[in-house]
Structure formats: C-alpha cells, structure tokens
C-alpha cells in the first residue's frame, strides 16, 4: 500500500516538473524587438520614431522588448566591463535572448496637401497672412517570424495631420503711416509655423499600431 501511494506521487511530480516549463512558457509575454522604423516624409524623424515605437511598445506591458538600437551604448558596455573583471557576475558569458517577432515599421504617406485654408489681408501697410493644411500620415508594420525570416502578418494605421502658420509683414510700414513714428526704411517681418500637428498624430499613430499588435500577439 505505502508502496503503491509512493509511485503515485513520483508519477504527479514526474508530471508537474515536465508540464512546468510548458504553462512557464505559455504565461510568459513574447519577445519582440524593432531595428528601425522607416520613414520617407520630411517632417518625420526616423530616429524618433523608433524612439516613440519602442516606448510604446513597453508601456503597453503587452510585450518583452529586446533592445537592439543601442546595444553599444549599454549591453554591450556592460559585457565589456564584466569580461575585464570589473564588474561582479558572468554577463559577459551570457548570449542575448533571442526574439520570437521583429516588427518592421514604415511611414509611408504624408498627404498633408488634402485641404489647404488661407485667409490674408492688409490694414495701413500691415500684412497678415494665415494657412491651415489638414491630411493624413500612415504606418505600415510587417510582422516576421524571427526564426525563419516569414511574413505573418500586416497591418496599416492612419491618422489625420493638422499644421498650420501665421506671417506679418509691413510692421515698419504700419508704425510710420498709423502712429507716426520715423522708422527710417526700416521694415520687420514675423512668422511663426507650428508642427504640434504632426508631432500628436505620429505619437497617436503608433500607439494605434502597438495597440492593434498588443491585441493580436501580446499577452493579455
């Protein structure tokens, strides 16, 4: 009887100890990573738009993000310090974890010429002159299977841009024939052109883009 209780708990802990790295695995967020995202529109950086990308990816604690981009400046720093022995432990033998998902991530369209609005006029040699531009910026993101290079998915994100500028011209002209005072030629103009257009819709892009991954290839 003892015997027979004994072999039944061997066989439950045999059991749990070959199905623990399985649940271990299930319950564990994916690696993923990003090298670069592509951008072919002026305003947009491409280097900040990865910047943006990664971080977006981390805050939706959907994901474990492997560093890629500055690898020199940080693992790769701190591997060389370890194999000098100038640091404690064994990093320096550690291989980097491997990714499960690359995305690659393009911006491929800046149509910010959709409607344009304008309003200028002029008041005793004073010139104001205004414009609106309104469009759309897009993002395409492939998702590949880091083992074998494969395409498994895709998906694309659109955000409408706002941009917008106010020039005045003719201040000299304005100050001489309205208040009378001698600028002797002397003429100024102003001009001020904001992007806070763009800059909020590339930030919403992405996060429209991480929260359509997170739903398809993150852990819930």
């Known amino acids: 009887m003892i015997k027979s209780i004994s072999m039944k708990w061997v066989w439950m802990i045999g059991a749990i100890l070959i199905l623990l790295p399985t649940y271990a695995a299930a319950g564990s967020k994916p690696m993923v990573t990003i090298y670069k995202v592509k951008s072919t529109v002026r305003e947009v950086s491409s280097a900040s738009a990865t910047d943006m990308f990664i971080t977006a990816l981390v805050k939706s604690h959907r994901f ?18 370890n194999q000098q022995g100038q640091t404690t432990g064994n990093v320096a033998q550690k291989r980097l974890t491997g990714a499960k998902y690359i995305f690659v991530a393009t911006i491929t369209e800046a149509n910010s010429d959709a409607n344009k609005k304008g309003l200028a006029g002029s008041f005793g040699g004073l010139g104001v002159e205004s414009s609106k531009k309104e469009g759309e910026i897009g993002m395409d993101v ?6 074998n290079g494969a395409i498994l998915d895709a998906i694309s994100v ?37 992007n806070e257009g763009i800059d909020k819709a590339l ?9 359509k991954l997170a739903k398809r290839y993150g852990k819930n």
């Open 64 to 81: 474990t993000v492997l560093e890629r981009q500055r690898l020199n400046e940080s693992v790769y720093l701190e591997k060389q310090l």
């Open 203 to 211: 930030r919403a892009l992405i996060d429209q883009a991480v929260s």
């Open 158 to 194: 659109r955000k409408k841009v706002t941009q917008g500028g106010v020039s005045v011209s003719g201040v000299g002209s304005f100050l001489s024939s309205m208040a009378g005072i001698n600028t002797h030629g002397a003429d100024v103009s102003l001009s001020k052109n904001s």
């Open 142 to 147: 492939r998702i590949l299977d880091a083992s």
